[in-house]
């Protein structure tokens, strides 16, 4: 009996596992041959989602300013301009939206499993935003913190049928690392396509999570202007939200973090520090808010 890998054809795929058996072959002029056409596919998918939906999107804000004692979390001054601005932005740009303010775990939890479970159909994509306190991988609810991945999860290709192929987006506005919360403040803890061919694509495909902060760092907030990050992201969606593509978008707003705030505060060593944004991007396509 021939070995497995000798079965397996030049240019085929593998993993990097366990031999898988050698299926078996009855056919083995087809095997042996394999043809090739130098033609245009029968199909050739669109680069740019898809957004002639009756409404654009969702978006659903979670504002969470106070927290129980115990938690040891002060209030998020300065978050419910956030709130505001970004309810106003996603608006203007054809979304629907909702605020929540104050959610503890198992609320942000309920709250997202039951969009999840919506129809979707009528949108072109879904928006999320958390605006919490932080810790890496963690966000807080009223009453502690829980994995971002616990509510992100909740919208995979294989548990939201309805936003599949449709990007979903979650912005993060909290810190990935240590803990500060005074004058100029830091968050943190101590689509469809219109044809007929079926494809089978990645279940975490078409997300995009945009964060406030690289891995580790403290994500500042202005108690009376809002966070540096949600008033570049704001500022640059006002301006160029119909215009540009989004990782432009989002590397605009990196950029005007990067360069345009600095913190200024009483506290011996906390000031003149800086702050840049984090993008992981699964998208497939281009995204235009057009």
Not at 67 to 76: I, K, L, N, Q, V
Not at 169 to 191: K, Y
Not at 255 to 276: D, M, R, Y
Request: glycine share 6%.
């Amino acid at each position: 009996m021939a070995d497995a890998k000798d079965t397996l054809q030049a240019g085929g795929d593998t993993t990097d596992a366990r031999s898988f058996p050698a299926p078996a072959n009855n056919n083995k002029e087809s095997s042996d041959h394999v043809m090739e056409v130098d033609a245009k596919p029968e199909d050739t998918p669109s680069l740019r989602y898809k957004t002639n939906y009756p409404v654009f999107g969702k978006c659903v804000i979670i504002n969470n300013k106070n927290f129980d004692p115990s938690t040891r979390m002060g209030a998020r001054s300065g978050t419910d301009v956030d709130a505001a601005n970004l309810k106003k932005t996603f608006k203007a740009l054809g979304f629907e939206t909702q605020v929540t303010n104050d959610c503890t775990c198992s609320q942000m939890t309920s709250i997202l499993k039951d969009i999840a479970a919506e129809d979707h159909s009528k949108y072109a994509c879904f928006v999320c935003v958390l605006l919490s306190h932080g810790e890496e991988g963690l966000i807080y609810g009223r009453d502690g913190c829980t994995d971002i991945k616990d509510l992100t999860i909740l919208f995979r290709g294989d548990r939201c049928k309805t936003l599949v192929g449709k990007p979903k987006l979650f912005f993060i506005q909290a810190c990935r690392g240590s803990e500060f919360d005074s004058g100029v403040e830091t968050d943190s803890a101590v689509d469809g396509e219109d044809n007929t061919l079926y494809r089978r694509i990645p279940v975490e495909a078409d997300f995009l999570y945009a964060y406030s902060t690289a891995p580790g760092y403290y994500s500042w907030r202005n108690t009376m202007n809002g966070s540096w990050f949600i008033q570049a992201l704001c500022s640059v969606l006002s301006q160029f939200g119909k215009k540009l593509e989004l990782m432009q978008i989002l590397t605009r707003v990196n950029h005007k973090v990067a360069l345009e705030f600095e913190s200024l505060t009483t506290t011996p060593g906390f000031s003149a520090k800086k702050q840049i944004p984090c993008i992981i991007s699964m998208l497939t396509k281009e995204l235009y808010f057009a």
